[in-house]
């Protein structure tokens, strides 16, 4: 098996993040310790505290607390969604383990309340310490974020919140692309972000050591696009994770890191050759082993020759415990044997050990690296699991990268005639992870590949406006094959009939509107941000993008019969709300209840307002707007923005089921069952628990309102009436 073989095993298997609390299904091996059917596991380990104890990573007189920390299951933590509602107090730390909150019956609503707020993306349930990289990013708006070994996606949840900082801005100027070896964790991380309903992540599916170098368009001119901020949360050994992984107790082994250690070099030195100058990286791990930690810090630093400094954040994150990052350690072998330096390392030893697992010997250049800036965070300190965090700044370019040609300055006629030689081995590869650490080859490979997929898109080789997945030559792919991207052209027949329905504002960026098909009917349109369209159409032979972009629009199955046949999705509607001038109705905090408790309430059930606004419309697809009032302090004091349908005599929405509950909650209605047969929601309020009488249904749908824009998608056990059946599962 090659190097680049057990790299990308190693990415895929040694993964303990599978269990991270970002979502209800994260690995279910984590939680086997706490459920019948698996021995209880006995939470010791001599080697383990053998190792740790001599490295002294424990301040003196804690290590029984350290010990008695560890063995406790880890309380459960969730973070209220920051850029839709709630401005402060966003994250919640209980005293109770998730199995106390699966298993109590005194705890069912509550642990309902988070599946479902969890699903609808108001929260996301996430340990402690692992929000600590996102705010050390320290992200702005505008920034250009790359995440690079992404899923489960918690993280990645959070820089998406972070870049919506003004809910104000629909399309922010920055973007995440989130990466991930492992095909079936990309899916994973699509849900994740799904739930956030962003136009600016773009999910792609590489190994994140050899993640090829992208070009963008600026001004006419390709450039390369570096990343303002990256996060670099490698693959680790998790022996910071023993409270929620306790397979870790009888499995942990010095091994794991000495065979980590590489990878997680050559993914940190691929993202230090793709931050921005001035840009910052964290690199973090859930692992306490300085193997996995400071010594892969130090070699980056050495290796960049001053590129790269570790940057002091210790007063930007005021309450959090931490300890400074250890200067001198040890390698033991798994059987217990000590190394203080690579010299003593036998010649057999040498491909398990290696020389960058070593402290530096001199003492100046070791101060220089400022390895006490690096964070270390104890699991007895704040009752948390133990972490690794370390945040670098971007102060030159790579020594290997510091003569490389620029893009923008060959002329189109240079740039024309550059052909890559077919007799090339390397021909559209990506670059050997194991050479990564070679200075001269990493810096032509990167402009070769550059100038390659120019040269391609120069020659038309690609229809214009078609992302497709990379041909099978270029790259070798694994997993589902994706459909491609497909812009609308400005000449489409498709977009006025729903520019002239929905009176769309003259701002609208319809060029950013895209499909996942190159022929037959469109039955679904996607929204990307303006730079994210750019990377895409810049990128398409080196990327595998396995998502992008939010659902605005859906066809209808009968939709020829109205004037406009795509109706609105609930998925994107905050995005699109701003530039829809047409078909909008005002409703109050009653109509709202009823609406999202009946199936198709008649006009006369809901106020004289909003039936003399829906009136005079034609049938098809409408926006419901409530509009707090601030003289009336008991209402509802947040906006509410819902796609609904126009009928003959009724009206319904098009909301996902936890959305639903989400807002009757927040209008203090008590959640208490649903009647799926009927799609009418049991509440604490007789006024609309009421079931909707049959000759009303029936008057509804013979008044030409679509039961399921997509029968497929309707037939799908977890859609019920009145909910946005195609805003249920992310689309592929």
């Given at each position: 098996?090659?190097?680049?073989?057990?790299?990308?095993?190693?990415?895929?298997?040694?993964?303990?993040?599978?269990?991270e609390?970002?979502a209800?299904?994260?690995?279910?091996?984590?939680?086997?310790?706490?459920?019948?059917?698996?021995?209880?596991?006995?939470?010791?380990?001599?080697?383990?505290?053998?190792?740790y104890?001599?490295l002294?990573?424990?301040?003196?007189?804690?290590?029984?607390?350290?010990m008695?920390?560890?063995?406790?299951?880890?309380?459960?933590?969730?973070r209220?969604?920051?850029?839709?509602r709630?401005?402060?107090?966003?994250?919640?730390?209980?005293?109770?383990?998730?199995?106390i909150l699966r298993k109590?019956?005194?705890?069912?609503?509550?642990?309902?309340?988070?599946?479902?707020?969890?699903?609808?993306?108001?929260?996301?349930?996430?340990?402690?310490v692992?929000m600590?990289?996102?705010?050390l990013?320290?992200?702005?708006p505008?920034?250009?974020i790359?995440?690079?070994c992404?899923a489960?996606?918690?993280?990645?949840?959070?820089?998406?919140?972070?870049?919506?900082?003004?809910?104000?801005v629909p399309?922010?100027?920055g973007?995440?692309?989130a990466?991930?070896?492992?095909?079936?964790?990309?899916y994973?991380?699509?849900?994740?972000?799904?739930?956030?309903s962003?136009?600016c992540?773009?999910?792609?599916?590489h190994?994140?050591?050899?993640?090829?170098?992208?070009?963008?368009?600026?001004?006419?001119?390709?450039?390369?696009?570096?990343?303002?901020?990256?996060?670099?949360?490698?693959?680790?050994?998790?022996?910071?994770?023993?409270?929620?992984?306790?397979?870790?107790?009888?499995?942990?082994?010095?091994?794991?890191?000495?065979?980590?250690?590489?990878?997680?070099?050559?993914?940190?030195?691929?993202g230090?050759?793709?931050?921005?100058?001035?840009?910052?990286?964290?690199?973090?791990?859930?692992?306490?082993?300085?193997?996995e930690?400071e010594?892969?810090?130090?070699?980056?630093?050495?290796?960049?020759?001053?590129?790269l400094?570790?940057?002091?954040v210790s007063?930007?994150?005021?309450?959090?415990?931490?300890?400074?990052?250890?200067?001198?350690?040890?390698?033991?072998?798994?059987?217990?044997?000590?190394?203080?330096?690579?010299?003593?390392?036998?010649h057999?030893?040498h491909?398990?050990?290696?020389p960058?697992m070593?402290?530096?010997k001199?003492?100046?250049?070791?101060?220089?690296?400022?390895?006490?800036?690096?964070?270390?965070?104890?699991?007895?300190?704040q009752?948390?699991?133990?972490f690794?965090?370390?945040?670098?700044?971007k102060?030159?370019?790579?020594?290997?990268?510091?003569?490389?040609?620029?893009?923008q300055?060959?002329?189109?006629?240079?740039?024309?005639?550059?052909?890559l030689?077919?007799?090339?081995?390397?021909e559209g590869k990506p670059?050997d992870?194991s050479?990564?650490?070679?200075?001269?080859?990493?810096?032509t490979g990167?402009?070769?590949i550059?100038h390659?997929?120019?040269?391609?898109?120069?020659?038309?080789?690609?229809?214009?406006?078609?992302?497709?997945?990379?041909?099978?030559?270029?790259?070798?792919?694994?997993?589902?094959k994706?459909?491609?991207?497909?812009?609308?052209?400005?000449?489409?027949?498709?977009?006025?009939?729903?520019?002239?329905?929905?009176?769309l504002?003259?701002?609208?960026?319809?060029?950013?509107?895209?499909?996942?098909t190159?022929?037959?009917?469109?039955?679904?349109?996607?929204?990307?941000?303006?730079?994210?369209?750019?990377?895409?159409?810049?990128?398409?032979?080196?990327?595998?993008?396995?998502?992008?972009?939010?659902?605005?629009w859906?066809?209808?199955?009968s939709?020829?019969?109205f004037?406009?046949?795509?109706?609105?999705?609930?998925?994107?509607?905050?995005?699109?709300?701003?530039f829809?001038?047409?078909?909008?109705?005002?409703?109050?905090?009653?109509?709202?209840?009823?609406?999202?408790?009946?199936?198709?309430?008649?006009?006369?059930?809901l106020?004289?307002?909003?039936?003399?606004?829906?009136k005079d419309l034609?049938?098809?697809?409408?926006?419901?707007?409530y509009?707090?009032?601030?003289?009336?302090?008991?209402?509802?004091?947040?906006?509410?923005?819902l796609c609904?349908?126009?009928?003959?005599?009724?009206?319904?929405?098009?909301?996902?089921?936890?959305?639903?509950?989400?807002?009757?909650?927040m209008m203090?209605?008590e959640?208490?069952?649903?009647?799926?047969?009927?799609?009418?929601?049991?509440?604490?309020?007789?006024?609309v628990?009421?079931?909707?009488?049959?000759n009303?249904?029936t008057?509804?749908?013979?008044?030409?309102?679509p039961?399921?824009p997509?029968a497929?998608?309707?037939?799908?056990p977890?859609?019920?009436?009145?909910?946005?059946?195609?805003?249920?599962?992310?689309?592929?």
């Amino acid at each position: 098996m090659g190097r680049r073989s057990r790299g990308r095993r190693l990415q895929q298997q040694q993964r303990p993040e599978d269990a991270e609390d970002g979502a209800e299904g994260g690995g279910k091996r984590g939680e086997a310790g706490w459920e019948g059917g698996y021995p209880e596991i006995v939470k010791e380990n001599k080697l383990f505290e053998h190792y740790y104890q001599e490295l002294k990573i424990v301040p003196e007189g804690e290590w029984g607390q350290f010990m008695d920390a560890l063995r406790e299951p880890l309380p459960a933590t969730l973070r209220i969604t920051g850029y839709k509602r709630y401005p402060e107090e966003l994250a919640w730390h209980t005293n109770l383990s998730r199995k106390i909150l699966r298993k109590s019956p005194q705890l069912e609503k509550f642990h309902q309340f988070l599946v479902s707020e969890t699903e609808s993306g108001n929260i996301s349930r996430q340990e402690a310490v692992s929000m600590i990289p996102p705010l050390l990013l320290n992200v702005r708006p505008h920034h250009k974020i790359l995440d690079m070994c992404a899923a489960p996606g918690s993280k990645t949840t959070q820089l998406i919140e972070m870049l919506h900082a003004d809910m104000n801005v629909p399309f922010p100027e920055g973007f995440v692309i989130a990466n991930d070896v492992d095909n079936k964790r990309c899916y994973l991380l699509v849900h994740q972000a799904k739930r956030l309903s962003s136009p600016c992540i773009m999910v792609v599916n590489h190994d994140a050591s050899s993640i090829p170098r992208l070009q963008i368009d600026v001004d006419g001119r390709k450039e390369i696009l570096f990343y303002d901020r990256i996060l670099c949360d490698v693959p680790c050994s998790g022996d910071g994770t023993m409270r929620k992984n306790i397979d870790v107790w009888k499995k942990w082994t010095t091994l794991n890191s000495l065979q980590l250690h590489g990878l997680q070099l050559r993914i940190a030195t691929r993202g230090a050759e793709q931050l921005a100058e001035g840009g910052r990286m964290v690199y973090s791990t859930c692992s306490l082993n300085p193997i996995e930690d400071e010594a892969v810090i130090a070699s980056l630093l050495e290796k960049s020759e001053g590129a790269l400094e570790l940057a002091d954040v210790s007063n930007e994150l005021p309450g959090l415990k931490w300890m400074p990052g250890i200067t001198q350690w040890k390698v033991m072998t798994k059987d217990g044997q000590w190394f203080t330096d690579w010299d003593a390392v036998p010649h057999s030893r040498h491909t398990q050990i290696r020389p960058t697992m070593f402290p530096l010997k001199d003492p100046e250049k070791l101060q220089a690296m400022h390895l006490e800036r690096c964070l270390r965070i104890l699991p007895h300190h704040q009752n948390t699991g133990g972490f690794f965090v370390a945040v670098l700044v971007k102060k030159s370019s790579m020594p290997w990268n510091k003569r490389q040609p620029k893009l923008q300055g060959k002329s189109a006629e240079t740039r024309e005639s550059t052909q890559l030689s077919p007799a090339d081995p390397t021909e559209g590869k990506p670059t050997d992870p194991s050479k990564l650490e070679s200075p001269s080859f990493t810096g032509t490979g990167d402009t070769e590949i550059a100038h390659a997929t120019e040269d391609l898109e120069n020659n038309g080789s690609k229809k214009d406006g078609v992302c497709g997945p990379p041909p099978s030559k270029k790259m070798k792919l694994f997993g589902f094959k994706e459909d491609p991207f497909v812009f609308i052209p400005e000449d489409d027949p498709l977009f006025p009939p729903i520019e002239k329905f929905y009176a769309l504002d003259p701002s609208f960026p319809r060029m950013n509107l895209l499909t996942r098909t190159t022929e037959g009917k469109k039955r679904q349109l996607y929204m990307v941000s303006k730079e994210l369209r750019n990377v895409l159409l810049n990128n398409s032979e080196k990327m595998k993008v396995i998502n992008t972009g939010i659902k605005v629009w859906c066809r209808n199955n009968s939709g020829e019969e109205f004037d406009c046949a795509f109706r609105l999705a609930q998925e994107g509607i905050y995005t699109l709300y701003p530039f829809i001038n047409s078909r909008i109705i005002t409703v109050s905090m009653e109509d709202v209840k009823i609406l999202l408790t009946q199936e198709n309430p008649f006009f006369r059930k809901l106020s004289s307002e909003t039936y003399s606004q829906a009136k005079d419309l034609a049938k098809g697809s409408i926006v419901l707007k409530y509009e707090p009032d601030s003289a009336n302090p008991d209402a509802l004091q947040c906006p509410i923005v819902l796609c609904g349908w126009r009928g003959k005599a009724s009206i319904r929405t098009f909301v996902p089921k936890n959305e639903r509950l989400h807002y009757l909650r927040m209008m203090g209605l008590e959640v208490l069952g649903e009647k799926k047969k009927e799609g009418v929601i049991l509440t604490n309020e007789s006024a609309v628990s009421t079931g909707q009488p049959e000759n009303e249904v029936t008057e509804g749908q013979r008044a030409g309102e679509p039961n399921s824009p997509d029968a497929e998608e309707a037939n799908s056990p977890d859609v019920t009436a009145g909910c946005d059946p195609a805003g249920v599962h992310p689309p592929r």
